[in-house]
Nanobody, 114 residues
Framework: VQLVESGGNVVPPGGSLRLSCTASGNTAGVTSMAWYRQAPEKEREVVAH???????YYVDSVKGRFTISSTAAKNMVALQMNNLRPEDTAIYYCSATELTARYWGQGTQVTVSP
């Protein structure tokens, strides 16, 4: 499975961005998809996760501001980010999970700055 993210950019505080991740290859075994982020000198953290049932998980810091969505075929996952804050600045990674493997994209930079 190959993952390619897009949509990262520089935005002012309060702005919005939509990140997209396209999966290719043999995606039949993908069970869930997620977005992670890693800020400078910090560990990578999960931002949002979408499960096969359609249920979602968000880290507390983004609840009410970010929305994760995916296609039924699990070949695309998006992250709508509203009311962005400087602390949201990070490299955002797309992740796809199979039963015994996890795949990562190359990341896309999101910078929130006046």
């Amino acid at each position: 499975v190959q993952l390619v993210e897009s949509g990262g950019n520089v935005v002012p505080p309060g702005g919005s961005l939509r990140l997209s991740c396209t999966a290719s290859g043999n995606t039949a075994g993908v069970t869930s998809m997620a977005w992670y982020r890693q800020a400078p000198e910090k560990e990578r953290e999960v931002v949002a996760h979408i499960y096969p049932s359609g249920s979602t998980y968000y880290v507390d810091s983004v609840k009410g501001r970010f929305t994760i969505s995916s296609t039924a075929a699990k070949n695309m996952v998006a992250l709508q980010m509203n009311n962005l804050r400087p602390e949201d600045t990070a490299i955002y990674y797309c992740s796809a999970t199979e039963l015994t493997a996890r795949y990562w994209g190359q990341g896309t930079q999101v910078t929130v700055s006046p």
